[in-house]
């Protein structure tokens, strides 16, 4: 560019108006690291700033997300759900409030066939009472109101192809 008649600082300001690609580990073009400030052209009028755009987007989505601060008191002898990290198929069981380890925080519990186990706030959900949680009452109601189960058991369904016997070659 110098050698075609072009002066040093012109040549300069065509080259990083030319180029500007972002660089992958700054993720800043070559204009912005040299001026700081991204150069302006007839398509950045058009264009509304990115980076207003961006933040207002990003609050707008924590507003959206923000689920409050969690304030639930465990005291001893609630009945609470606690969450099994075991292989076995329920999530959530039943169990007690036996002391407070860290105040707010980590609890001791017995689980309803006499296990003790450490669990941390997060991982107990209040219950208001042992009978609200039991699935007896929910086991026999219809899933589907109006729908009764079907009584007798049904025979799988067998082809009527006429099957051709097997021959030993």
């Known amino acids: 560019m110098v050698n075609g008649g072009m002066s040093l600082p012109n040549a300069i300001q065509q080259f990083l108006f030319d180029y500007r690609t972002s660089h992958t580990t700054t993720q800043k073009t070559p204009a912005s690291l040299m001026f700081n400030r991204e150069l302006r052209n007839r398509f950045s009028l058009l264009r509304p700033p990115l980076t207003e755009y961006r933040v207002e987007r990003q609050q707008k989505r924590e507003v959206k997300n923000h689920k409050g601060l969690r304030i639930i008191k465990f005291t001893r002898g609630d009945?609470?759900?606690?969450?099994?990290?075991?292989?076995?198929?329920?999530?959530?069981?039943?169990?007690?409030?036996?002391?407070?380890?860290?105040?707010?925080?980590?609890?001791?519990?017995?689980?309803?066939?006499?296990?003790?186990?450490?669990?941390?706030?997060?991982?107990l959900a209040k219950q208001k009472d042992t009978q609200e949680v039991g699935t007896s009452s929910t086991t026999n109601r219809p899933i589907l109101p109006g729908v009764e189960p079907l009584k007798k058991k049904l025979e799988p369904r067998r082809s009527e192809r006429i099957r051709k016997k097997i021959t030993a070659s």
């Not at 039943?94 to 860290?102: P, R």
Request: positive net charge; hydrophobic residues 40%; charged residues 30%.
């Open 79 to 123: 009945t609470v759900a606690a969450k099994d990290y075991r292989g076995s198929k329920e999530r959530w069981i039943l169990a007690k409030i036996v002391k407070e380890i860290t105040p707010g925080v980590t609890f001791e519990i017995q689980t309803m066939d006499g296990q003790i186990w450490k669990k941390h706030a997060n991982q």
